[in-house]
């Protein structure tokens, strides 16, 4: 016993320690730094189960079962970004953790405040897959009147709720309810956060000017040197600055936030290529010829995906470049590319006609 109650400690610690460094990680959350994140939670997710299987005593089984129930809602909230995916896996834990709230509730236990039981049912319940009742789950935490001294739980449950609501496509409904969530940021990096999420739902009901307003607001505030930091809405905060800037052909300041991303992400992501190939049609459009090869080819090379549209897309761009240049030696292999792919491509007729006008 007194072994378990040591490895128990060991992996609460390890648990701590790592939650720890998720929230006080200073700029961008790389895509491998946050699998490497995923799978240390993960490990620590089976060594606690098997753990819950020795245990006997209940006190011991309850510590475990709220540690399980902490690492689901911290890769929830700080690396799945408020997606889930209720994989096989994901749905057994959330019926362990179902049946241990409802037994809770059963024997009249204070391990769990009454807030706290709704919250982590709605948790449980959106891991398995039941929306429906995650969403009744997430109502009754937001309408509680019980005390939430930090706001941290009404915070992610609005913030979950309109999420929910995006997803369904309902914007107006989703953007409320972030701004909802507003009143319980405990920081400027959760406040950004909560702003960037409403902005999203502004710029899907094609109010672009408060996008744009929100999405600037957000970006004031986030601080890559403070807790909670989320760079995943921050670099979406600056591709959708770019991206509108740049539908109202206000190329600088969309030229601006595109470098900032190309600054800020790994060169592997597939945002440091979207940020290069908007980058080179702005140089194109300003008639900056030399520096949009340079940067089309850049984004050519950082590509790591499979072929698709928008590699496609590059391939065209830098074949226009090229002929503005009248160098038809290095546009005809792109045009080649392109007329040779299996991508579906509107533009395709477009390039076979000028490889057909060049050959």
């Not at 206000?250 to 190309?262: I, S």
């Not at 790994?266 to 702005?282: K, M, P, T, V």
Request: hydrophobic residues 35%.
């Amino acid at each position: 016993m007194a072994d378990l109650h040591g490895r128990l400690k060991e992996f609460i610690d390890e648990r701590v320690a790592l939650e720890t460094r998720l929230q006080n990680e200073h700029g961008e959350l790389s895509d491998s730094a946050a699998r490497k994140y995923d799978d240390q939670y993960a490990a620590i997710q089976r060594k606690l189960a098997g753990l819950f299987r020795e245990g006997s005593d209940d006190a011991s089984r309850i510590t475990i079962m709220l540690e399980m129930m902490r690492i689901l809602e911290n890769r929830l909230v700080y690396l799945q970004n408020f997606t889930v995916d209720p994989s096989s896996d994901n749905r057994i834990l959330a019926q362990l953790v179902t049946k241990f709230i409802d037994q809770l509730s059963s024997d009249r236990s204070t391990v769990l405040t009454t807030l706290e039981a709704i919250y982590y049912r709605a948790v449980a319940s959106l891991y398995s897959g039941d929306l429906a009742k995650a969403r009744d789950g997430f109502r009754e935490a937001c309408e509680s009147e019980e005390s939430d001294e930090a706001n941290d739980i009404k915070y992610k449950s609005y913030v979950m709720l309109g999420h929910l609501s995006h997803e369904e496509h309902d914007y107006a409904k989703a953007k409320s309810l972030h701004d909802q969530s507003l009143r319980y940021s405990q920081n400027n990096n959760v406040t950004a956060q909560a702003l960037a999420l409403k902005a999203l739902n502004s710029y899907a009901l094609q109010d672009h000017d408060e996008a744009l307003r929100l999405f600037e607001e957000a970006l004031r505030l986030f601080n890559v040197d403070q807790p909670f930091f989320n760079s995943y809405f921050y670099r979406n905060a600056l591709l959708f600055c770019g991206a509108i800037y740049f539908d109202r052909r206000q190329y600088e300041q969309a030229e601006t936030y595109y470098k900032r991303v190309v600054d800020t992400v790994e060169q592997s992501s597939y945002d440091y290529f979207d940020a290069l190939s908007h980058l080179g049609r702005i140089q194109y459009t300003q008639s900056r010829y030399d520096d949009a090869i340079v940067t089309f080819e850049k984004a050519v090379q950082s590509h790591k995906f499979n072929e698709n549209e928008y590699i496609i897309d590059t391939y065209f761009w830098l074949a226009r470049t090229h002929l503005k240049k009248n160098d038809v030696p290095k546009a005809k292999p792109y045009l080649e590319k392109i007329a040779a792919s299996d991508v579906r491509y509107e533009k395709r007729p477009q390039a076979v006609e000028l490889l057909r006008k060049v050959s």
